[in-house]
């Protein structure tokens, strides 16, 4: 066991004696906000993992709950003045935790049926998928929900009451070329995406293409192995990680595009994933080095001008892993005041976690909840039209934020806005 984990490439004894306790995270983190817990602060949090590493704390069900209840936004990265890898650091606490099999019979078999079987098949992924579509078509969804029947369905009841009643799902079909210029970048469709969001990959087509990029959709590509590595299932988001370097090496890119800001962070840090691979260390520092979200993207110079005014006052919820992961603030706020006819709004706090984290708002709706109403009532201050983000899972949250705040705004990715500015 090196140094006290038994994960491959553990933390190194400098990553994690790089924080000095200064404090300058605490206000920033969501769970101290909430709890006022030092070991639910990521000065707390890093204690318990030095203590994990040097042999003085176990992986317990204490140490389990403090790193299962951080949100992994990355906010106190943006503000620590020593470069703390907090992220990378919370993982590997997490991918102990799996290595030790601290969880019960439920878990394990949730795991196994989500992680290792759904979400690394996209057949069976699209499948599921399909299913939820049939359950909204033929009506029993709101059946469900008003019969308040949801409830008998504990966690997963609460799952499907934050899916957005009106939002219809529609799978990405894509053809193999799109566009005939000569700039050159490929589309990262992911799972949910691609399986459920495919309006967003079409905006996101047109809208690169009306800047002059041609776009190509690599068909070999799988998830990006987000969920798995914030659950903890590292050698599984490995796996993801090496399929999907091999599938867009097959061509030289200007670019690998994402419009889904906790899909390309994941993408930007394939090269630490893999850093102790020596057949793909290499090849995934290349990699995540083309990867751009889409905002980041059309911000390199002036966008083609949109040909429609929108006339809309519009305010930014900034994703986290778009804000502080990959450190991309003012971009989408420079395309946003390109479109015709937008105010841009700022919101109070606007860079702070909605609560989604993934599957959070799922598993810990006790914190969850309480960071999308203050981030409601921050939107509603701003009285916009339209609270707009970057991330699919931001998208579903606000939305959910919406239905229980009763606000009659509108919940937009940022790309659907362009796309309807240049009509």
């Known amino acids: 066991m090196k140094n006290g984990f038994s994960i491959p490439n553990p933390p190194t004894d400098a990553d994690l004696a790089r924080c000095v306790h200064c404090g300058l995270c605490l206000s920033h983190c969501p769970t101290y906000r909430l709890t006022g817990l030092e070991t639910e602060s990521p000065r707390g949090r890093l204690f318990l993992i030095r203590a994990l590493a040097d042999g003085t704390q176990t992986v317990n069900a204490q140490f389990v709950e403090h790193i299962n209840l951080c949100l992994d936004c990355r906010n106190c990265e943006t503000v620590c003045p020593s470069g703390v890898q907090y992220g990378a650091l919370l993982e590997a606490a997490r991918g102990e935790i799996v290595a030790r ?9 949730l795991r196994w049926i989500v992680l290792k079987q759904i979400w690394t098949r996209p057949r069976l992924f699209d499948a599921f998928i399909a299913l939820f579509k049939l359950y909204q078509r033929v009506g029993l969804q709101k059946v469900m929900r008003a019969t308040g029947a949801l409830k008998l369905f504990g966690r997963l009841g609460e799952m499907e009451a934050m899916l957005p009643e009106t ?4 799978a990405f079909h894509s053809s193999p070329t799109r566009g005939d210029a000569g700039k050159h970048v490929a589309l990262f469709t992911g799972c949910i995406m691609r399986a459920g969001f495919g309006n967003l990959h079409d905006a996101t087509i047109r809208v690169l293409e009306k800047n002059g990029w041609r776009v190509e959709v690599i068909d070999a590509q799988v998830c990006c192995g987000a969920l798995h590595i914030h659950a ?3 050698e599984l988001a490995k796996e993801m990680a090496r399929k999907n370097i091999e599938a867009f090496a097959r061509e030289k890119f200007d670019a690998i595009v994402v419009n889904a800001a906790g899909c390309g962070a994941v993408l930007k840090e394939y090269g630490e994933l893999l850093r102790d691979d020596p057949a793909f260390a290499q090849r995934a520092r290349e990699f995540s080095a083309r990867v751009k979200d889409i905002t980041e993207l059309l911000a390199q110079s002036p966008i083609a001008k949109p040909g429609r005014a ?4 519009v305010t930014y919820q900034e994703p986290c892993h778009l804000a502080h992961a990959q450190r991309i603030k003012k971009q989408p706020r ?12 700022e919101m109070q706090a606007s860079d702070r976690c909605c609560g989604s984290a993934g599957i959070y708002n799922v598993t810990h709706p006790e914190i969850a909840n309480p960071l999308i109403d203050e981030k409601m009532a921050n939107v509603i201050t701003t009285r916009a ?6 991330n699919i899972g931001c998208l579903l949250q606000l939305e959910y934020g919406k239905t229980k705040s009763h606000w009659q705004g509108r919940v937009a990715h940022l790309i659907e806005l362009l796309d309807e500015a240049y009509g």
């Open 101 to 109: 099999d601290h969880a019960g019979i439920f878990e394990r078999a």
């Open 167 to 170: 939002r219809t799902l529609r």
């Open 232 to 234: 903890g299932e590292r």
């Open 310 to 313: 929108l006339n809309l006052r």
């Open 334 to 345: 420079d395309l946003l005041k390109q479109i015709p006819g937008v105010e841009l709004i």
């Open 385 to 390: 039209d339209v609270v707009v983000t970057a």
